[in-house]
Every structure is written in C-alpha cells, then in structure tokens.
C-alpha cells in the first residue's frame, strides 16, 4: 500500500463500557455533548473558503488532464472510512450542528434533534451486539461492523453516503457529499468507522504532484485552514513539517502559467456553483411551502403520512420526506391545501 492510500487502522477500537455509559445518558447528557462537539476538528466552516480549497484540487487535475470518479452505481463498493478524517459535510456547520428536527414523538418528547435520534439508535445497536457475543471479541467487531454498514450506510431504500478524498502525505481526508447526519451522529455515539462510497483519481501517480501544487495554488487563507485541520488529525514531526512546507513552495514555482489560467476558468467554475446554489434555492422554497403545510395539518389522521415515514427511516433526507408529505396532503385534502396556499402566500 503506498504512502498515498494508506488510512489510520479501520478495525472497530469500541468497547462495551463506553457504550453502557451512552445508553445511560439523559436528553440533556446528549444535547451537552453535541454542543462540545462544536469545537471538534472541522474544515472551513466558512463555505467560501472551502470553494477555494476544492477549486484548487480541481484546477491542478484539469491541468493535469486528470479524471476525479465518483463511482454511484448500484454495485459500486461501500469503503470503511475512519470517522476522524472526515472534516466536513455539505450541510452543517460544525460538527455539532443539527439542522432537522427529531424524527420520532419519544424524541420530540425529549427535545432531541435528528442526529441525537440517530446516535441514540447507533449505540443501542451496538450494546445489542455486545450482549450477542459476550465472549467472542471477533465476533463482535463483525458484528458491529455489519450492523452499521446494513442499517445506515448501505440498507436498500436509504441514501448513500458519498465521500470525497483529498489524499496526502500523511494519509486522506474526507469530505462528506451526502450523509451529514448519519455522519454527525457516528461522531457523537464515538463509532470509529463509517461506510461510503468515495471519490478516486483514474491515474495515482499524479497523487504526491496534485497534493503539494494544490496547496500552492489555493489563497493563503485557504491553505492555511486545510494544513490545520490536516495536522489535527495527522499530528506532524517538526521535520515532516518542515519537508512538506519547502514541497509546496517547490510545486508553487512550477505555478505561474496554472495561476494565469486558473484566472481564464473562474468565471466557469463560478457559474457552476451559482447554478449549484439555485438548485438549493430551490428545494429550501418547497421546503418551506411544505412545511408550512404539515405544521397546519399536523393532527389525526393527516400526520400519519408524515409519521409513518420518518418512524419507518429516521435517517432519509428530511427535507425530501416533508416535501413528499405534502404532496401526499395535496392529493388527499385538495382543497384545504388549496386554502392554505393563499394563505401562505399572503404571509411571505
């Protein structure tokens, strides 16, 4: 295995007690932890800067004549990733945030959120295969690891977990295209190994190249945030540093004709996150409408249709379930939605 597609140790380092403590914790033990998480090791909060950071990659690899695959077929395979390379997801803002609300009326009870929901889950699931093997340490981590890929990573129905992969020197990092609360929650129960399918770069000798010129070519700013949380999680010797500091100062000597040309593909690079950007837009608008519908017909027999789906897989995109519900409202009470559109229209 080369330098440049080594990952920390993937075995499952968990242990029985630290999860009989979890299951313990109250409503209020959770929600404290997942406001400690706030301050643990994350990219960029500031989107912009991770545009820059992203932009820098894809422009070495254009240059390059380099292909980044994204493989999202049926068959594609799921990679253990170790929960502490990733640094960032496209949908919090740190690691101990949470935009859904609970899933489930026993969580709505406990004034949790979604990702406590899905941490609660983990770790009752993981104590279950603790107590099926009591004796069998083997036997354990498998099971552990399949009760985690099966149920949240890879179960027919639910969204997949993409990853990107930034690779240096010292080992990946990964960057989370789709799954932000899965992910959340693995951090918050302590899991140590996640399941997802990640991005690869067709031709790997380009990997040690495309690592040092990226870091040259991105602002200071920018650089400086990726080296940070890269050193967070591959802690470096003085004399690693000071070796891959005179790297990137070589690659950026190399750099003139790619930042001239850098400049030529900004505004196409710009347009594309635009488009990005209104595509979001977009679904927060129907968001919006839909939940304005399901917080006025929020009883009786028209919850269910709601309720029934987020009991049945409280880890589907939120967003997606309530704009769903309401279409389903809309086909079973036509005219009060119709009476509530006006409404709301008059209200925004």
Known sequence: MSTYDRTPNQRMSLTPSMFEGMHTWSAQDWLAHQRAAQTE????????????????????????????????????????IPVRTIVRTPSLMNWGDSYHEMRTEDSKARGENAVIEIARKMVDGILSKYREYPSNKDKQQASIARFLQEEFFSRSGRTVVYAKKFIGPRGPLFVIEDGSHRVAAAKLAQVDTIYARTSNIANTKILPTLWYESLALM????????????????????????????????????????????????????????????????????????????????????FDILRDELEKDPAHNYQEVIIKAADAYEREFPEEVAALREDYTRDI
């Not at 950071?53 to 004549?65: D, K, M, P, S, V």
């Not at 488009?275 to 006025?296: C, E, P, S, T």
């Open 41 to 80: 090791n994350y990219l960029a909060p500031d989107g912009r800067v991770y545009t820059e950071i992203q932009r820098a990659f894809n422009e070495i690899l254009r240059q390059h004549g380099i292909i980044e695959i994204f493989e999202r077929s049926a068959d594609a395979p799921y990679v253990a």
């Open 219 to 302: 602002p200071a700013h920018a650089r400086e945030e990726l080296l940070r949380c890269y050193d967070a999680v591959y802690p470096p010797t003085p004399a690693t540093k000071k070796i891959e500091s005179e790297r990137i100062k070589h690659a950026g000597t190399f750099l003139d004709e790619i930042h001239a040309d850098a400049e030529l593909h900004r505004d196409t690079l710009d347009e594309n996150e635009r488009r990005k950007q209104i595509a979001r837009d977009q679904m927060n608008i129907l968001f919006r409408w839909a939940d304005y519908v399901r917080r006025h017909l929020r009883n009786a027999e028209r």
